[in-house]
């Protein structure tokens, strides 16, 4: 790791908690036991390693850090808000979450549920109403006014009558709280005058990667991950190059299918709406069924089964690798960034993402309850299939090890601009909780 570096994330890390701060609903804010569920949730905790590696990747791509905040916001509050659900009793059933009681275990199982609904809508409600990539904020176009709609009727509504969220809190908390009309993002951070270079719209899927010469997916996960085109609504089964834009196994050519630029080009003014658009739909993906939802209901699915390697990288692909993916890209897409430099940062994200998962299978067995802020030894004791029950202590170890020394080699030709995502990958690696 770098001299400077734990001071790089100490200071990125301060910056960020004000971030958070200031977007989330406040409490006073009603219904107030929701926001205040939704703060104990996301504040005064965790590594943050989703938002370091945004800026990192930022950084690499000349971004303004105001924009990057608010992309690598969204993507903590959708990390935030699998933890609330994951914890719950239908699904890992753990009373500890980043050494405090687990949400549920605070507040109650209702108000756990509707904490995560909320954030993750509130996640896109950022994305949409930030200019990120281009100059302060901007005009609503057809779409993107769509999506804040959608956002603002689902989680953190600008009146108290458009929100399927708010209607519930009754029922969670004591007392009847009055419904007041306030906006979720009352010190919304205001995105600097000067402008950015503008990133191609036509960058490549985002979450299409098929291969990796370090795993054993091309046969699993090679065709798990695909964005739908703009005019085909459904993700797109077939072969590479078939309705489909996913990497080659090289990462560097593009197999295009139908053309999304120039259909999105159809619905906005500019390049930079339709990029910002591309930015939702990769976060979008990065999270629903083809992405960590899909990999945790696999999850659920192999309690007391034994995976191959290949099933196993099949589920954590998803599971967990899809959001740290998402946070490389998005934290890039919010400066300028070719699509030759966004393959190889997705290959990246996608290596590394798979190393933090073997190092979090080691740690289950090596590490203690306080250390790891989280019940260890949960996955051994709830006989779930690991890197460590497949491959043995030392086999994890080899094979982080290994995702990790490839991983640096893909940034090699960034140079010295990419020393932050080179010393975030030595931290996922070497961490010790």
Not at 43 to 52: E, F, T, Y
Not at 160 to 181: F, R, T, Y
Not at 287 to 315: C, H, N, W, Y
Request: net charge negative; hydrophobic share 40%; glycine share 8%.
């Amino acid at each position: 790791m770098h001299a400077d570096f734990q001071g790089w994330v100490a200071d990125r890390q301060t910056r960020f908690e004000e971030v958070l701060r200031g977007l989330l609903p406040r409490a006073e804010t009603a219904p107030h036991r929701l926001h205040e569920a939704m703060r104990y949730a996301v504040l005064d905790g965790g590594k943050r390693v989703r938002p370091l590696l945004a800026f990192a990747a930022g950084e690499l791509a000349g971004a303004d850090q105001t924009r990057v905040d608010v992309a690598a916001a969204a993507v903590e509050l959708i990390h935030a808000y699998s933890l609330v659900h994951d914890d719950m009793p239908c699904m890992d059933d753990d009373v500890l979450r980043r050494g405090k009681p687990a949400c549920h275990v605070q507040y109650d199982e209702a108000t756990a549920l509707l904490v995560g609904d909320a954030l993750q809508t509130l996640a896109f409600q950022l994305l949409a109403e930030h200019r990120l990539n281009g100059h302060a904020r901007f005009p609503h176009t057809r779409d993107t006014l769509l999506v804040e709609q959608l956002a603002t009727r689902l989680g953190e509504p600008t009146t108290p009558a458009k929100s399927l969220v708010m209607a519930q809190p009754a029922d969670c908390g004591s007392g009847s709280e009055k419904l007041l009309a306030g906006h979720p993002c009352e010190a919304a951070i205001p995105a600097p005058d000067a402008p950015q270079r503008r990133v191609m719209a036509s960058h490549p899927n985002p979450l299409g990667e098929t291969t990796s010469h370090s795993t054993r997916l091309q046969t699993t996960a090679a065709k798990s991950l695909v964005i739908p085109q703009a005019g085909n609504p459904h993700p797109n089964p077939l072969p590479e190059g078939e309705g489909s834009i996913a990497l080659s196994p090289s990462g560097g050519k593009l197999d295009r299918g139908l053309g999304a630029n120039e259909s999105l080009r159809e619905f906005h003014a500019n390049d930079d709406a339709a990029h910002q658009l591309e930015m939702v739909r990769l976060l979008a993906v990065a999270s629903g069924s083809r992405g960590m939802a899909g990999g945790q209901a696999i999850d659920l699915s192999s309690v007391g089964k034994a995976l191959t390697l290949p099933e196993l990288e099949f589920m954590h692909i998803h599971k967990t690798g899809a959001l740290i993916r998402a946070a490389v890209l998005l934290g890039a897409h919010c400066g300028s960034a070719s699509a030759e430099q966004l393959a190889r940062l997705d290959h990246f994200g996608k290596l590394i993402g798979l190393a933090f998962q073997v190092v979090d299978d080691v740690l289950d067995c090596e590490a203690d309850t306080a250390t790891l802020g989280k019940t260890a030894g949960k996955d051994a004791d709830s006989d779930k299939p690991t890197y460590v029950s497949l491959l043995g202590m030392q086999g994890a170890r080899d094979m982080a090890q290994r995702l990790h020394r490839e991983a640096l080699e893909t940034l090699a030709e960034f140079g010295a601009a990419a020393q932050r995502l080179r010393d975030l990958a030595d931290f996922i690696v070497l961490r010790k909780f």
